[in-house]
């Protein structure tokens, strides 16, 4: 495999994004990754069988920039988004809704 570094392999089975951004991890070891919306693809990703596959989990998310993740004490998930003036989503059930989690932000785009 030239080109490619020993003990390197490509996880990305299911994944249809170019550009990934962030990764988090929760206490059940999901995986959590975020990416640019770039040829239709972006938002958030979950494995959960140790990055052997990843499902697109997006119910609720209106911008598919997802440029930083965080899981807090008790389990929810922050996403943080760029370049549509949406915020902070964020998730209390593993990524499977999300909703805008922006009260008392006065600038709302990341990349401003």
Known sequence: MEGRRPGVEKVNNGLSVLYESCLAINAAVDIFLGADFVNDAGGAFRSTDNVGSWTPVNNG??????????????????????????????STDDGDRWVLANTGLTCRAEDQ
């Open 61 to 90: 998310v209106k911008c598919g920039n997802i440029w930083s993740l965080a899981i807090n004490s008790t389990g929810e998930i922050l996403a943080g988004t760029a370049g549509c003036e949406d915020g902070v989503y964020r």
